[in-house]
C-alpha cells in the first residue's frame, strides 16, 4: 500500500498554469505602455484620450488578478496555497530589499542605472515569480 505523498504534482493547477494570468496581464498592460510611447508622440491624441488609452492597458491586468485571486480560493488546496503565500512573501521582501539599496544609491549619488516605468513593474512579478520558484523547490 502506498502512502499519498505531500508534494506537489506537475498537473496542479498552480504548474498547470494559474499563475500565467498576472503574467498575461502585467504582458497588457507593458504592450499598452509601449503603444503609447511609441504612437502618442508622433500621433500627438488629447490628454484625455492618451489617460483613457492607459486605463485601457491595465483593465486586463486588474480582471485577470481578480480571476486569480478566485483560482486561488477555489481551486487550490492548503498545501499549494501555503506555497503560493510563502512565495509571495519571500518575493515582496527581496522586492523590499532591492527597492531600499536602490533609494539608498539615489541617495548617495551612485546608482550605476536609470529606471523605466516598464522595469519598476517588472521587478516585483519577477520577485514572487522566482519566491515562489524556490518555495516550490522546496516542496519537491
Known sequence: MSRPSAQPDADHPLVAGILALPILGLALALLGNLGLRAFAPVHAPGPWLRAGL???????????????????????????QRLLLEGIAIGAGAFLLLQALTLNLLA???????LDPPELLLTPILCVGLGIAWRWRGYR
Not at 71 to 78: A, H, R, S, W
Request: cysteine-free; hydrophobic content about 55%.
Open 108 to 114: 548617495a549619488g551612485t546608482l550605476p542605472w536609470s
Open 54 to 80: 492607459a486605463l485601457a492597458s491595465v483593465l486586463p491586468l486588474g480582471l485577470l488578478l481578480i480571476r486569480f485571486q478566485r483560482k486561488v480560493t477555489k481551486e487550490l488546496d492548503e498545501l499549494m
